[in-house]
């Protein structure tokens, strides 16, 4: 007797256990700036270079001063505060928080050294441009990265930059509301102030000025009330009084040896406990600020 082997049936596939975990990866971990996924390409295959951002904080026009690369002991040795829930580290000028889709140094490549005893590195909960040094806030864990993007989110954490610009605000002090959108004038794109762009206050106060080599500037200090897009840079600009070194909305064509952005992330107020006064964290400006900082009278125990 013989027998004809029957149609075979398919075989019965089972889901990919890792695109499960990655699921549930991506669930469990918050994503409060919207950050998109690397692209992924094959191997051997070059996709165009749209920018040389932090994730979309910087215009093209950035990308004429190169990346400056951090190590993982540099990046230790720049933790200012670290808790059960956040990190505060004083993030350096001239590197972005993360890649954009160019690639490139960044430091969120490096956050797998700031665990210190946690399964996972920690993640941003806000970003600073990349020219922008000062206070950068890292969420440790998700139930941490979700209190501290909706803590962002509101208006609740209290920030405060210092500048060196050039000029002298006509007023020593005062509040700037000016509208701000993105706009591409040709190649790239910048923030303009625009009547029907998004609601953007900054208020600001001189601290100091000085007659320098490369003419007269100030030591402002800002607080923004609002969190836009290059706010301080294009306000700062708005009222005459551009930051020093910014090859967007400082005098053009732009000098690379007017040197590195003079702005500063210098405090920051986290109010994320009700029933704890907020943690406050401050970051000594960096040292292409120093000079002109001294000269309007900063002092370093001051």
Known sequence: MTF???????????PSRDKGRAKRRDKEWPN??????????????????????????????AARIPSIPVSRDELLALVLHRDALIIVINKPA????????????????LFDVLKFGLPRPP?????????????????????????AGAMFAAGNAKKVY?????????????????????????????MVVH????DAVTAYK????????????????FEP???????????????????????????????????????????IALPLSPSRPPIKVSAPPPPHMLADLTACGWRADG
């Open 162 to 190: 210092w500048a060196i610009v050039d000029g002298v605000p006509k007023k020593p002090e005062g509040l700037i509301k000016l509208n701000l959108r993105k706009a591409t004038p040709g190649k790239g794109w910048k």
């Open 4 to 14: 004809k082997a029957g149609p075979k049936r398919p075989r019965k596939t089972r």
């Open 123 to 147: 993640s941003l909960a806000h970003r600073l441009d990349r020219d922008t040094s000062g206070c950068l806030v890292l969420g440790r864990h998700p139930k941490a990265l979700r209190k």
């Open 32 to 61: 409060p700036l919207n950050i998109p996924p690397r692209e992924v390409r094959p191997r051997g295959v070059r996709t165009e270079r749209r920018d040389d951002s932090d994730g979309g904080d910087e215009s093209p026009r």
């Open 206 to 221: 001189v601290r100091g000025t000085a007659e320098t080599p490369n003419g007269v500037r100030s030591w402002i200090e």
């Open 225 to 267: 009330h609002t969190g836009r897009t290059h706010q301080i840079r294009v306000h700062s600009a708005e009222i005459g009084c551009p930051i020093v070194g910014d090859p967007i909305y400082g005098p053009q064509p732009y000098d690379p040896a007017r040197g590195l952005l003079q702005l500063h992330a210098r405090a």
């Open 195 to 198: 009547p029907q762009g998004q």
């Open 94 to 109: 001239g590197i972005p928080v993360h890649a954009g889709p160019g690639g490139g140094p960044n430091l969120e490549e």
